[in-house]
């Protein structure tokens, strides 16, 4: 068995973490993730400034403190904490060890960088485009005798599956072991998101400060995934449920090393925080790789008008019509939105107001900047009565926008810099999928409930959810808390019972993927979130909360559910 844990889920998690995780228990590995979406964007900012930039530097902090307990205790680290430069921060990490008079082995991967590429995808104005490599560069860096991996952009799954790879000898036809790894990677990555961290049910657990999570791998990819002992939190079939189906789309999970099939997965409780995931089976992957482009779409500005007390609506009215008249070179995008946070006879000022939202964005900076803040700040005295805002109106700030693309896995240079210094090639799956596009059998829906009384109430006294983003497409899973749950979920919240809980989805492509082992229905809402996380074009611009959302709105639920 191998243990590995994870201490970090994104760039700017908890900073004490990767200490802790090394003093509160056994490891053989010691995971981190600190990419995403938008974290490229802000690397590749940073790497402007300074071309000796462009990696997480929290990791390097991390390491002064926690490198010598974990060559001491002998755990291995794997990190994608390298971003956009991880022969510089594999370099930075040497130079440490010498500081401190460790002797660690140091390796990284490389290859995912395609920026040299940009006109491959008709773009001049790219800031990153990064390869999501596989766990390849990790396994034979770790069979080189690696202390430390250091890796860019490698698919989040990658860091579990590589030392599971290097560990038991897996090869590129142990596709079931492979998948089982993947899965087992897909639940650590996003660090106490699997231990109650953004849980539905939080309230019957103690998350005030949850530990983070560790999947026990087995040879044959089976895993359990727990946490240390004493740590805060929980790990249950339904915390393990509920971060399976994050940032997740249909049956067939694709990625470099294998496709796994979701829903082939068994959840089954193992003891006290224990959960054991089985049955995983694995495909060949497909023949591209996915390719992440992150660029600047321009620059944005925001104004909050603090509306209170009376005729809220006809202050709105008048204050857009104010401005609007004063912007006589208008911004490409205008977006006024009223949040109605006011209630009647309220006992305080900050509950009797309303917030009235102006968003506006443009390829040219001045058309967001001084023309905005200036009409705005114009109207302060002439304007609806009690006019003021949240905070002083500023200068525009640059958004980005995020795409993906797919390009031949064999076109990729994915390379493993050996502690050595030796470089490794790794050569991309020899067999791919031939159809990967091709939808499994889709599964049968359960018994329908028979007729009841139901009573309306808010969908979530029965059911949890996750939600997230993937580019500007929306990840919505939700799953039930029994069997007679699940009978009644697969057949009442269809597409067109999203649509209308979901106003704002009603118009979009919405795809429905049932995962019966997991008693869940996964949605993708196509779009909802515009050009993705960077360009910030929704108040959600990730979707994190649009599953609770979507729990808090009434439907008519069976009495024997409630």
């Not at 990791?59 to 956009?84: H, P, T």
């Not at 038991?168 to 897909?186: N, P």
């Not at 809402?525 to 979507?550: I, N």
């Amino acid at each position: 068995m191998l243990r590995i844990g994870n201490a970090s889920g994104f760039y700017g998690d908890r900073f004490a973490a990767f200490r802790e995780m090394l003093e509160q228990g056994p490891l053989d590995v010691l995971t981190g993730d600190y990419l995403a979406e938008l974290t490229m964007l802000i690397l590749a900012r940073d790497r402007m400034k300074d071309p000796g930039l462009g990696y997480a530097r929290t990791f390097l902090r991390q390491a002064e403190e926690s490198l010598a307990l974990a060559l001491e205790r002998g755990v291995r680290i794997v990190v994608n904490a390298g971003g956009l430069n991880p022969a510089r921060l594999a370099a930075a990490l040497a130079e440490l060890a010498d500081r401190q008079g460790l002797s660690a082995r140091i390796a990284h991967v490389t290859g995912d960088d395609l920026l040299p590429r940009a006109a491959e995808f008709g773009r001049t104005d790219l800031l990153a485009a990064n390869a999501y490599l596989g766990a390849g560069g990790i396994a034979a860096c770790l069979t080189a005798g690696a202390d430390v991996v250091v890796t860019g952009r490698v698919t989040d799954a990658a860091l579990v599956v590589g030392p599971a790879m290097a560990h038991y000898g897996w090869g590129q036809g142990d596709l079931d072991a492979l998948a089982g790894a993947v899965v087992a990677g897909h639940v650590l990555e996003c660090g106490a998101q699997a231990t109650g961290g953004n849980y539905a049910f939080f309230r019957e657990h103690d998350i005030t400060r949850p530990g983070f999570p560790i999947a026990e791998v087995y040879a044959d990819g089976g895993s359990v995934i727990t946490k240390h002992p004493g740590t805060g939190g929980a790990v249950t079939v339904e915390t393990v449920t509920a971060q399976l189906l994050y940032e997740t789309a249909g049956p067939r999970y694709l990625g470099p090393d294998v496709t796994a099939r979701l829903d082939t997965v068994t959840l089954a409780e193992d003891g006290p925080d224990r959960v054991r995931i089985s049955g995983v089976r694995g495909e060949a992957p497909p023949a591209t790789l996915k390719v992440g482009l992150n660029r600047l779409g321009g620059f944005r500005n925001e104004v909050v008008f603090v509306l209170t007390g009376l005729d809220i609506e006809a202050k709105a009215d008048l204050v857009e019509r104010q401005l609007t008249a004063e912007l006589t070179d208008p911004p490409a995008e205008v977006r006024w939105t009223l949040v109605r946070t006011d209630r009647a006879d309220a006992d305080t000022e900050e509950t009797a107001s309303a917030l009235l939202r102006l968003t506006v964005r443009d390829r040219d900076e001045r058309r967001v900047g001084r023309a905005v803040t200036t009409a705005a700040v114009e109207l302060a005295l002439s304007g609806y009565p009690g006019f003021h805002v949240t905070a002083p109106p500023g200068p525009g700030s640059p958004y980005g926008v995020f795409e993906s693309v797919a390009v031949d896995a064999k076109s990729v240079e994915h390379t493993a810099v050996l502690p050595d210094g030796t470089r490794l090639p790794i050569d991309a799956p020899a067999v791919t999928a031939t159809t990967p596009d091709e939808a499994p059998e889709l599964p049968a829906l359960p018994r329908p409930l028979p007729e009841v009384p139901t009573r309306r109430a808010p969908l979530g006294l029965v059911v949890g959810a996750r939600s997230g983003d993937k580019g500007g497409d929306a990840n919505l899973g939700v799953w039930a808390r029994s069997d007679a749950g699940w009978r009644w979920l697969a057949h009442t919240l269809t597409t067109d019972l999203l649509r209308e809980l979901l106003p704002e989805a009603a118009e979009l492509t919405i795809e429905r993927h049932l995962l019966p082992n997991l008693r869940a229905v996964n949605f993708t809402l196509a779009g909802l979130l515009g050009e993705g996380v960077a360009a910030q074009a929704r108040f959600d611009p990730q979707a994190k909360a649009l599953g609770e959302w979507l729990r808090s709105r009434y439907v008519d639920i069976p009495e024997v559910l409630l």
